[in-house]
């Protein structure tokens, strides 16, 4: 089992900034994919950033250039720069990992965390 812990969230205006982190635990052997998710009221989740082991970043066209995924391999954590926020990008943010276990070191699953809601006004 794998524990994520979002932070970070909160109001601001629009043209600002915020940060989010998101913190592994448990008995990890590796992670080889963290993310960050969204999800609007009345609307599906959605990607907005991925980022792999080596750090290869993938991004959702609609945060390209405002939004900065980070990861430190060492402490299982994962960032989520976000400037230049707009009405738009407010949702409840989660985290996602997957990862393998010490226990199970030939299967990986996927975890999330339990969203950290960002609000962004006019």
């Known amino acids: 089992q794998v524990q994520l812990v979002e932070s970070g969230g909160g109001l601001v205006q629009a043209g600002g900034s915020l940060r989010l982190s998101c913190a592994a635990s448990g008995s990890i052997f590796r992670i080889n994919t963290m993310g960050w998710y969204r999800e609007a009221p009345g609307k599906r989740r959605e990607l907005v950033a991925t980022?792999?082991?080596?750090?290869?970043?993938n991004y959702s066209d609609s945060v390209k250039g405002r939004f900065t995924i980070s990861r430190d391999n060492g402490k299982n954590t994962v960032n989520l720069q976000m400037n230049i926020l707009k009405p738009e990008d407010t949702a409840v943010y989660y985290c996602k990992a997957i990862a393998t276990l010490n226990t199970d070191r030939y299967s990986q699953f996927q975890y999330w965390g339990q969203g950290t809601l960002v609000t962004v006004s006019e």
């Open positions: 980022i792999t082991s080596d750090g290869i970043t």
